[in-house]
């Protein structure tokens, strides 16, 4: 059964970081993507940013370019966003998700392409 976990949230003054864990497990594909979302109360769901893992390549909303920095650790099916100066409209449960063998750029797709979303975790950010 495939099954992502994330961990790592928590609430964080204006300016601070957080770093968020996202935990592949039960899949065996060599080329995949692992995409970090999220949602605010009364709000879409919103893809935040993505990493292809067979070649690093990834994808960052603008909201969040030169704040947030995404990266993975094969070996360890586990996928990392360090998350810094850190805004209350970065408040929201993150997830993460799984796209199988992507052609192209994890960017070109969106949300509803991901699978085996995981539980999410919150992000609390006070001003």
């Known amino acids: 059964e495939v099954q992502l976990v994330e961990s790592g949230g928590g609430l964080v003054q204006a300016g601070g970081s957080l770093r968020l864990s996202c935990a592949a497990s039960?899949?065996?594909?060599?080329?995949?993507?692992i995409g970090w979302f999220r949602q605010a109360p009364g709000k879409e769901r919103e893809k935040v940013t993505c990493?292809?893992?067979?070649?690093?390549?990834?994808y960052y909303v603008d909201s969040v370019k030169g704040r947030f920095t995404l990266s993975s650790d094969n070996a360890k099916n586990t996928v990392y966003l360090q998350m810094n100066s850190l805004k209350p409209e970065d408040t929201a449960v993150y997830y993460c998700?799984?796209?199988?063998?992507?052609?192209?750029?994890?960017?070109?797709?969106?949300?509803?392409?991901?699978?085996?979303w995981g539980q999410g975790t919150q992000v609390t950010v006070s001003s």
């Open positions: 990493i292809r893992v067979s070649d690093s390549s990834t």
């Open positions: 998700a799984l796209l199988y063998t992507p052609l192209g750029s994890c960017g070109d797709y969106d949300v509803h392409d991901f699978r085996s």
């Open positions: 039960g899949f065996f594909f060599d080329d995949y993507a």
